[in-house]
């Protein structure tokens, strides 16, 4: 069925001037001058033979056909945008959960080149230390840190086994544990305290040393702890994985053992069905934990 219609530019101006009720306010939205929002609406009313507006000093009010019009073109442009988006491919994404601290030491620092392999897929991160139910749609992935599990009802992979050992700027000296004594100590809090956590208390034991040193500096957050020791305030008891680079880069030394056994890092994600773009993720961070 043929349909005579005023030109779509026309009843775009019109619902938008209706709708915010002002000529400049419908300009700032489809870019144009309030003039041209005039002239448009001026065109679309000489097509039609009436009057939508009233113009009156420094105001525009709609007339009864304008309000009937105006409420029918909102809808209709609405129902169209709501087609449109319906038609559209929809970007996959994936959303990973890990705690802040090896979101910003281990998993931030390779977001580019995480990204740059995945141009089609919209990726997020969720940093918390809260335990998130992968099955209620928050996160698609999850870096836990921990013994191992139990994982019910999730896919496991081993990605990486830790161990703690004391780490320094090397702008301090330290050659032997004995050294410790002449430092401030950095320790920060677990937020799920166990008895075999590593922990200073747990290294002088081992190293038969006795505890000792300059007032013990306390951080909340782990990745504050390593910030500290790369500002040569002290000496930190950290996870070898996440100050991995900052040792590479000369940012951190490892002076002396021993070495405490810490657990381990698994990546988690709900059995089948599992979306294409979070199997491809998933192996993109398995495959970079096994060069790390």
Do not use: C
Not at 54 to 71: H, I, P, S, Y
Not at 171 to 186: E, G, N, V
Not at 235 to 249: F, G, I, N, T, Y
Not at 271 to 277: D, G, W
Request: proline letters at 7%; zero cysteines.
């Amino acid at each position: 069925m043929k349909r005579s219609l005023p030109p779509l530019t026309a009843l775009r101006a019109f619902e938008a001037a209706a709708r915010w009720g002002s000529f400049k306010q419908a300009a700032n939205e489809l870019a144009l001058t309030p003039t041209a929002v005039s002239h448009q609406v001026r065109a679309l009313e000489d097509r039609l033979g009436l009057r939508l507006f009233e113009r009156r000093t420094r105001q525009v009010v709609l007339t009864e056909a304008g309000r009937r019009l105006g409420a029918s073109l909102n809808d209709a442009f609405d129902r169209m945008a709501d087609a449109i988006d319906a038609v559209k491919p929809r970007r996959a994404s994936v959303t990973i959960t890990t705690t802040p601290a090896f979101a910003a030491q281990w998993l931030l620092p390779r977001w580019h080149a995480l990204a740059g392999a995945h141009p089609h897929i919209d990726l997020r991160l969720h940093a918390g230390n809260g335990l998130v139910d992968l099955h209620g749609g928050t996160a698609d992935l999850a870096i836990r840190y921990g013994k191992g599990g139990p994982y019910a009802g999730l896919q496991t992979n081993l990605l990486l086994a830790d161990r703690f050992m004391p780490v320094v700027s090397p702008s301090l000296t330290l050659r032997s544990p004995k050294d410790l004594a002449r430092h401030a100590l950095i320790h920060f809090e677990w937020h799920r305290p166990d008895a075999g956590h590593p922990s200073w208390e747990l290294w002088f034991a081992q190293a038969g040393v006795k505890p000792g040193g300059l007032q013990d500096l306390r951080f909340t957050d782990e990745s504050h702890a390593i910030q500290s020791a790369v500002a040569g305030q002290g000496v930190a008891l950290l996870s070898e994985v996440l100050v991995r680079d900052e040792v590479r880069r000369g940012l951190l030394r490892m002076p002396f053992g021993p070495v405490l056994e810490g657990m381990v890092y698994h990546l988690v994600w709900p059995e089948a069905p599992v979306k294409p773009e979070v199997d491809e993720v998933a192996r993109w961070i398995r495959e970079e934990a096994l060069g790390a």
